[in-house]
């Protein structure tokens, strides 16, 4: 049947209901119209060729299904072609037998109002037996014989969902929806026929999806779930929603925030593509005019209503609801001042140490800490002598013991700058002896940086296997990793490079152009070798040729392979991928000296796994062993491990320059660009040294 064009909005659809009138009003005309969208039709239909909810055409001929998945034929052709034992092209020659899931289609006779009688008779029932009994002619000579005449609609079928017609005039069903009676009243599950015809699922064709039977604002919130993933780039198949559409129209749900509870949600177990979809339209939804003001009110925050970034900072572990308020507050004013990739990681730390807080007030006071006015300085001793207690069971490290302290103390702190403490403050009354001191706080284990990097042999052994990682993973960790190994630089800046990151300096030599998010400093430069170089520039053509229609500017070096049509998302990770390539390499062998006899041997023992990972990439590439003078090894040192790669940067006069010196502390960093700028006189007002 033909789709009918999009209709206006009718002034009825959502009068009474200011919410679903707001959705209809956030969906875009142009989705719509993609998905010939009909108010009154109520059924999705989906495209051939758009590039997010396209579905292409079979490759099997006579087959008009729709391709998912970036395959070449339909899921029936392809199950039939692995058991045929045909050629790819062989098998896509041989004509289909027959279609299943089509929808239903006209009668080719001119103005005829009947559905045809299947996809390859094209006709009626009646025009069909007219052809074949009576006329007996071919197809074209049929439709122009004076003899033909257009017959008149049977009318559409009577179960509510439906939009098809009926086959014959005598009948109150489609063709689909009689066998469906009459075998539903065989199995004894038809009690009442007006109740069956009420609650009768669509009949589900390919490329439809049907939202029939649902109410309006059902309707709406499916509509602009669907568009808002779509403007994500994320593809969202039609067999994701039905068993949605399904469950939403049986329960009779009123909106699809039911599904926000747990019981309703594992209604949905069978189906986890569809389980995804509904998270992810519930998120859009709770996104759609919300504000950070009415965010704030919520125990679990969206950070997209915030910062911009994904995440979300949960407060739901805090069990006193006047801490929790307080919490709340702090963030709220905190968050603004974070920059960086992802400005709720930096809030989390916090957040987590005042849940410690919350559950030792809870276990260890009467009243649960629920009075703040009755707190005192021995519930921070007790509070301190659980953290004490939890380090030495294991369950913290001493590093996070003081560190929560330390955040600890400057959220409470901050509470009483904000006036939280003030009458009327959620923390109103709260004592002044009520805070961690400094004596509070324990020292913080020594952390050096020896034992971080990775060893040469260790290196060696990768580079050999940087092959195996593209095939096992994707070009794009693979390349990643590369761009780890030689420069150094974190995984986050890597990971987010542009596609044009490949500069030159006035003296010719190449340099890396990142930005440093965590320093805040963008548009960073660091000298690179040609090999280097050669893995950007022919990861940038391959980019370019997968994305042939995207801006140069819009592009990313390593873009992702999902939810990614116009190549303008990173990956979403290397450490994932890395993580599997090291775990399905063979041992890693280095030598140790080992002692046998009272006589030192060396003997090839497997490296911990564990300590690979794209982190230790930096730490390989600027080490500072203790002992170490400032010239003692630096990137140079590192890329002799590959001298097939980087021959010329073994012998840099710079290369030792960059490494980080013995002793390197916090609140001692060294003047990192003294010795190459007064090496190159001047040349250039910006060190580009790792940062």
């Given at each position: 049947m033909t789709a009918p064009q999009p209709v206006t909005v009718g002034p009825f659809l959502g009068e009474d209901d200011p919410r679903t009138r707001q959705i209809v009003e956030a969906l875009d005309p142009d989705f719509l119209r993609i998905v010939r969208w009909d108010w009154v039709l109520r059924v999705i239909f989906y495209p051939v060729d758009h590039p997010v909810l396209g579905m292409p055409d079979c490759c099997v001929n006579g087959c008009s299904r729709g391709v998912r998945f970036d395959r070449k034929m339909c899921t029936g052709c392809e199950r039939a072609w692995k058991e045929s034992g045909l050629s790819l092209e062989d098998f896509a020659n041989r004509a289909k037998p027959r279609m299943l899931g089509m929808r239903q289609e006209?009668?080719?006779?001119?103005?005829?109002?009947?559905?045809?009688?299947?996809?390859?008779?094209?006709?009626?029932?009646?025009?069909?037996?007219?052809?074949?009994?009576?006329?007996?002619?071919?197809?074209e000579d049929f439709l122009h014989h004076p003899a033909v005449t257009p017959r008149a609609s049977t009318g559409q079928c009577e179960v509510e969902v439906c939009y098809r017609l009926r086959d014959y005039e005598n009948?109150?069903?489609?063709?689909?929806?009689?066998?469906?009676?009459?075998?539903?009243?065989?199995?004894?599950?038809?009690?009442?026929?007006?109740?069956?015809?009420?609650m009768a699922p669509a009949v589900h064709a390919d490329r439809e999806l049907c939202l029939r039977g649902l109410p309006d604002r059902v309707v709406a919130e499916v509509l602009y779930g669907l568009q808002a993933r779509t403007e994500s780039g994320v593809k969202t198949w039609d067999h994701f929603l039905r068993p949605l559409c399904d469950r939403?129209?049986?329960?009779?749900?009123?909106?699809l925030e039911v599904m926000n509870d747990p019981e309703v949600f594992e209604t949905l177990a069978h189906v986890k593509s569809t389980r995804g979809v509904v998270r992810m339209m519930l998120t859009w939804l709770g996104r759609l005019g919300a504000t950070a003001e009415s965010e704030r009110r919520k125990d679990v925050w969206d950070l997209k209503i915030f910062t911009g970034q994904n995440g979300t900072l949960d407060f739901t572990r805090i069990s006193q609801p006047a801490l929790r308020e307080a919490v709340k507050h702090w963030a709220y004013d905190d968050l603004p001042r974070r920059r960086g990739q992802r400005p709720g990681g930096s809030v989390q730390p916090y957040v987590t140490a005042m849940n410690l807080l919350s559950e030792s007030l809870r276990l260890q006071r009467e009243d649960g800490g629920m009075h703040p006015a009755e707190l005192r300085r021995g519930d921070i001793v007790a509070f301190c002598n659980r953290l004490a207690f939890l380090t030495e069971t294991g369950r913290i490290s001493a590093r996070t013991r003081s560190h929560t302290v330390r955040n600890t103390a400057l959220v409470l702190t901050r509470i009483r700058t904000l006036g939280l403490t003030h009458p009327g403050g959620p923390m109103a009354g709260l004592p002044t002896g009520f805070r961690l001191q400094r004596e509070d706080t324990p020292d913080e284990p020594e952390d050096t940086e020896a034992g971080k990097n990775l060893p040469d042999a260790v290196m060696r052994q990768l580079c050999e296997h940087l092959d195996e990682l593209e095939q096992l993973i994707s070009r794009e960790v693979r390349v990643g990793t590369e761009l780890l190994m030689d420069t150094g630089r974190r995984p986050e800046e890597i990971r987010e490079l542009p596609h044009d990151c490949l500069g030159q300096d006035p003296d010719g030599s190449l340099v890396l152009v990142y930005d440093n998010y965590k320093s805040y400093r963008m548009g960073r430069r660091l000298p690179i070798g040609e090999a280097t170089a050669a893995v950007i520039t022919t990861q940038q053509q391959r980019v370019r040729d997968l994305f042939p229609g995207t801006p140069l500017g819009e592009l990313k070096l390593l873009p992702s392979t999902r939810a990614n049509p116009h190549g303008t998302?990173?990956?979403?990770?290397i450490g994932e991928g890395h993580r599997t390539w090291v775990d399905a390499l063979p041992d890693?062998?280095?030598?140790?000296?080992?002692?046998?006899?009272?006589?030192?041997?060396?003997?090839?023992?497997?490296f911990d796994k564990t300590r690979i990972f794209p982190y230790a990439y930096r730490h390989s590439y600027a080490p500072g062993r203790p002992g170490e003078a400032a010239g003692g090894r630096g990137p140079g040192d590192r890329l002799a491990v590959r001298p097939q790669r980087h021959p010329h940067l073994a012998q840099s006069p710079v290369a030792g320059l960059r490494a980080r010196p013995a002793g390197h502390r916090r609140g001692q960093r060294p003047l990192r660009g003294l010795p190459g700028a007064l090496e190159r006189g001047g040349r250039r007002p910006e060190l580009p040294h790792p940062v």
């Amino acid at each position: 049947m033909t789709a009918p064009q999009p209709v206006t909005v009718g002034p009825f659809l959502g009068e009474d209901d200011p919410r679903t009138r707001q959705i209809v009003e956030a969906l875009d005309p142009d989705f719509l119209r993609i998905v010939r969208w009909d108010w009154v039709l109520r059924v999705i239909f989906y495209p051939v060729d758009h590039p997010v909810l396209g579905m292409p055409d079979c490759c099997v001929n006579g087959c008009s299904r729709g391709v998912r998945f970036d395959r070449k034929m339909c899921t029936g052709c392809e199950r039939a072609w692995k058991e045929s034992g045909l050629s790819l092209e062989d098998f896509a020659n041989r004509a289909k037998p027959r279609m299943l899931g089509m929808r239903q289609e006209m009668c080719r006779v001119q103005r005829c109002g009947r559905p045809a009688k299947s996809a390859r008779s094209a006709l009626c029932d009646p025009h069909h037996r007219q052809r074949a009994d009576t006329l007996k002619l071919p197809m074209e000579d049929f439709l122009h014989h004076p003899a033909v005449t257009p017959r008149a609609s049977t009318g559409q079928c009577e179960v509510e969902v439906c939009y098809r017609l009926r086959d014959y005039e005598n009948s109150r069903y489609c063709k689909a929806h009689s066998p469906r009676l009459k075998y539903a009243d065989r199995r004894g599950e038809v009690t009442d026929e007006e109740t069956w015809r009420r609650m009768a699922p669509a009949v589900h064709a390919d490329r439809e999806l049907c939202l029939r039977g649902l109410p309006d604002r059902v309707v709406a919130e499916v509509l602009y779930g669907l568009q808002a993933r779509t403007e994500s780039g994320v593809k969202t198949w039609d067999h994701f929603l039905r068993p949605l559409c399904d469950r939403l129209r049986e329960m009779q749900a009123p909106t699809l925030e039911v599904m926000n509870d747990p019981e309703v949600f594992e209604t949905l177990a069978h189906v986890k593509s569809t389980r995804g979809v509904v998270r992810m339209m519930l998120t859009w939804l709770g996104r759609l005019g919300a504000t950070a003001e009415s965010e704030r009110r919520k125990d679990v925050w969206d950070l997209k209503i915030f910062t911009g970034q994904n995440g979300t900072l949960d407060f739901t572990r805090i069990s006193q609801p006047a801490l929790r308020e307080a919490v709340k507050h702090w963030a709220y004013d905190d968050l603004p001042r974070r920059r960086g990739q992802r400005p709720g990681g930096s809030v989390q730390p916090y957040v987590t140490a005042m849940n410690l807080l919350s559950e030792s007030l809870r276990l260890q006071r009467e009243d649960g800490g629920m009075h703040p006015a009755e707190l005192r300085r021995g519930d921070i001793v007790a509070f301190c002598n659980r953290l004490a207690f939890l380090t030495e069971t294991g369950r913290i490290s001493a590093r996070t013991r003081s560190h929560t302290v330390r955040n600890t103390a400057l959220v409470l702190t901050r509470i009483r700058t904000l006036g939280l403490t003030h009458p009327g403050g959620p923390m109103a009354g709260l004592p002044t002896g009520f805070r961690l001191q400094r004596e509070d706080t324990p020292d913080e284990p020594e952390d050096t940086e020896a034992g971080k990097n990775l060893p040469d042999a260790v290196m060696r052994q990768l580079c050999e296997h940087l092959d195996e990682l593209e095939q096992l993973i994707s070009r794009e960790v693979r390349v990643g990793t590369e761009l780890l190994m030689d420069t150094g630089r974190r995984p986050e800046e890597i990971r987010e490079l542009p596609h044009d990151c490949l500069g030159q300096d006035p003296d010719g030599s190449l340099v890396l152009v990142y930005d440093n998010y965590k320093s805040y400093r963008m548009g960073r430069r660091l000298p690179i070798g040609e090999a280097t170089a050669a893995v950007i520039t022919t990861q940038q053509q391959r980019v370019r040729d997968l994305f042939p229609g995207t801006p140069l500017g819009e592009l990313k070096l390593l873009p992702s392979t999902r939810a990614n049509p116009h190549g303008t998302k990173a990956i979403h990770s290397i450490g994932e991928g890395h993580r599997t390539w090291v775990d399905a390499l063979p041992d890693v062998l280095v030598p140790t000296t080992v002692e046998e006899n009272g006589q030192p041997v060396t003997r090839m023992l497997p490296f911990d796994k564990t300590r690979i990972f794209p982190y230790a990439y930096r730490h390989s590439y600027a080490p500072g062993r203790p002992g170490e003078a400032a010239g003692g090894r630096g990137p140079g040192d590192r890329l002799a491990v590959r001298p097939q790669r980087h021959p010329h940067l073994a012998q840099s006069p710079v290369a030792g320059l960059r490494a980080r010196p013995a002793g390197h502390r916090r609140g001692q960093r060294p003047l990192r660009g003294l010795p190459g700028a007064l090496e190159r006189g001047g040349r250039r007002p910006e060190l580009p040294h790792p940062v």
